[in-house]
C-alpha cells in the first residue's frame, strides 16, 4: 500500500504544452506539499494545502497551478512548459504539527 | 544566503568506519530539525527527526546546537548501505531541506 503516490512517474513533453501530475495520500495527513528538485539536486518547496486550503506559495511563476480537490489529493498543473522546468517533482504530506513528512516516488518531467 | 546549508561532500569512508557531518540553518525561529536520507533517483526518507537533547537510532547519532544553529550527524561503523545522499531539514511551518551531504562507503 503506497503512501504517497504520484503520476505520472516520468513525463517528457515539448516546450509551450500543458501538463498535469496527480498526487493522493491515504496517510490520513492533513497537509501536503509540492517540492521541485532541480538538476542540482536542490529540494526546494513550492505549494503547501492543508485541508484544501493554499498556506504556502513560495515564488514560483504563476504557469504552476496547485489544486486540491479534497485533502487526500494534491495536483499540479502547469502551463506553457519551459525548458526550465525540467526537474523531479516530489509530492509530500505531513501530519498535524511540525513532524517528518512522507514523499511521493517524484515525477521526473523532461521538457524538450 | 540559503536557509539551511550543508557540505556537499563526497565524504569517502572506509566501511566500518565513522563518519559525522553538520548542517546550519538560518532561521533561529526553526522549531523542528530532521534528517532524511535520499538515494539517487529515489525520494527523500526520513532518517530521524533531531531533538534538543540529541537522539540516537541504531548507528545514528543526530544532535542539535541551537546557541550555534547546527544539526549533526554522526554515522558509527558505516556500512556500504549507508551510502546515499543526507538531507538535512529545517521547519519553522514549512521545511527547508539543504543541498544535501554526500556520503560514499567504500569497501
Known amino acids: 500500500d503506497t503512501a504517497v503516490s504520484q503520476t505520472p512517474k ?26 521541485k528538485q532541480d538538476s542540482k539536486k536542490f529540494l526546494k518547496i513550492m505549494f503547501s494545502y492543508n485541508n484544501k486550503e493554499l498556506i504556502i506559495n513560495e515564488t514560483v ?24 522546468d525540467s526537474a523531479v517533482y516530489f509530492c509530500a504530506s505531513s501530519p498535524q504539527g511540525d ?9 521526473r518531467l523532461t521538457v524538450v | ?13 572506509p566501511e566500518g568506519a565513522t563518519v559525522a557531518f553538520n548542517c546550519t540553518y ?3 525561529a ?16 526520513l532518517l530521524m527527526s533531531v531533538y534538543s537533547s540529541g537522539n540516537e537510532d541504531g548507528r545514528f547519532t543526530a544532535q542539535l546546537n541551537r ?3 547546527y544539526i549533526s550527524l554522526l554515522i558509527r561503523d558505516s556500512k556500504l548501505s ?4 543526507y538531507l538535512c531539514g529545517s521547519s519553522w511551518g514549512k521545511l527547508q531541506f539543504g543541498a544535501g551531504t554526500q556520503v560514499v562507503v567504500t569497501p
Open chain 1, 10 to 35: 516520468y513525463l517528457v513533453t515539448q516546450m509551450g504544452n500543458d501538463k498535469s501530475i496527480k498526487c493522493e495520500q491515504n496517510l490520513g495527513h492533513d497537509t501536503m506539499y509540492w517540492y
Open chain 2, 82 to 85: 549507508d551510502s546515499a545522499t
Open chain 1, 99 to 107: 513532524r517528518g513528512y512522507t514523499f511521493g516516488s517524484g515525477t
Open chain 2, 30 to 45: 526553526s522549531q523542528s530539525f530532521f534528517w532524511y536520507r535520499q538515494d539517487c533517483r529515489k525520494e527523500p526518507k
Open chain 2, 1 to 13: 544566503r540559503k536557509e539551511v546549508e550543508q557540505d556537499p561532500g563526497p565524504f569517502n569512508v
Open chain 2, 67 to 69: 546557541a550555534s544553529q
Open chain 2, 26 to 28: 538560518s532561521n533561529s
Open chain 1, 61 to 84: 511563476p504563476n504557469r504552476f497551478s496547485p489544486k486540491s480537490p479534497d485533502k487526500a489529493h494534491l495536483n499540479l498543473h502547469i502551463n506553457s512548459l519551459e525548458l526550465g
